[in-house]
């Protein structure tokens, strides 16, 4: 069974360029989640949705972070400006109702 | 969402029993006790999860007192593969599984 899919794996961009990161969930999950990693502050919830509705993005750092889920197959989150405290490990998790969540290998984002 | 508290880091030996503890003083009635092992470069994974008493499954077992205070993730005979970070959550089925994760357990098992 193929897992949740991010891409790029691995990014390095430069401060001020838009970056864009992508997960495609586990096909028949409803909920997909967006975590921000990092050695200071570990494992962050930054927004969660339900069938496709964002449902709570409080743990989003500020209006430089957006996401979206245009359909139940794909969800992107973007950072634009980017700045080099942006830097982390991004993952995207999915999950059926009341089912543990399954995470994805992440983004390594570097901003220069 | 309740907050927890584990131990920063663990070591063992290859073929030990390895008990991991965890408090969790204010979970709530409706909340699950859930185990992630987090191996570098790559996402966490779930282990095991349990309500009260104890769950076993093929990779662990998870034992929870009857005030559900505490839990303690069990790995049988531990093998160098096991070299990971367990986190400990707690959470309940509402708000759409949301989880906050602590710091973990960095368990290094030595040959």
């Known amino acids: 069974d193929a897992g949740v899919i991010q891409s790029p794996r691995h990014e390095v961009t430069e401060m001020g360029q838009e970056v864009t990161l992508r997960c495609k969930p586990i096909?028949?999950?409803?909920?997909l989640f967006w975590y921000r990693q990092t050695m200071m502050r570990g494992l962050e919830l930054l927004i969660y949705f339900n069938n496709n509705v964002p449902i709570d993005d409080s743990g989003m750092p500020e209006d430089r972070f957006s996401a979206k889920m245009p359909n139940a197959s794909f969800s992107t989150l973007k950072i634009q400006p980017s700045e080099p405290r942006d830097s982390a490990v991004y993952f995207c998790?999915?999950?059926?109702?009341?089912?543990?969540?399954?995470f994805g290998d992440g983004t390594r984002l570097s901003i220069l | 969402l309740a907050k927890t508290t584990q131990p920063i880091s663990m070591d063992s030996y290859e073929g030990q029993e390895v008990n991991i503890t965890c408090s969790h003083n204010n979970i709530a009635t409706n909340d699950y006790i859930t185990w992630y092992q987090q191996f570098p470069s790559q996402g966490p994974r779930f282990i095991i999860q349990g309500y009260k008493t104890k769950v076993t499954n093929e990779v662990a077992s998870l034992f929870i007192p009857a005030d559900r205070k505490s839990s303690t993730l069990s790995l049988p005979r531990v093998s160098l593969s096991d070299t990971a970070v367990y986190y400990c959550l707690v959470g309940g089925w509402n708000a759409g599984n949301m989880l906050t994760f602590g710091g973990g357990t960095r368990l290094m098992v030595k040959p």
């Open positions: 998790a999915s999950s059926r109702s009341n089912q543990p969540q399954h």
């Open positions: 096909s028949g999950h409803d909920y």
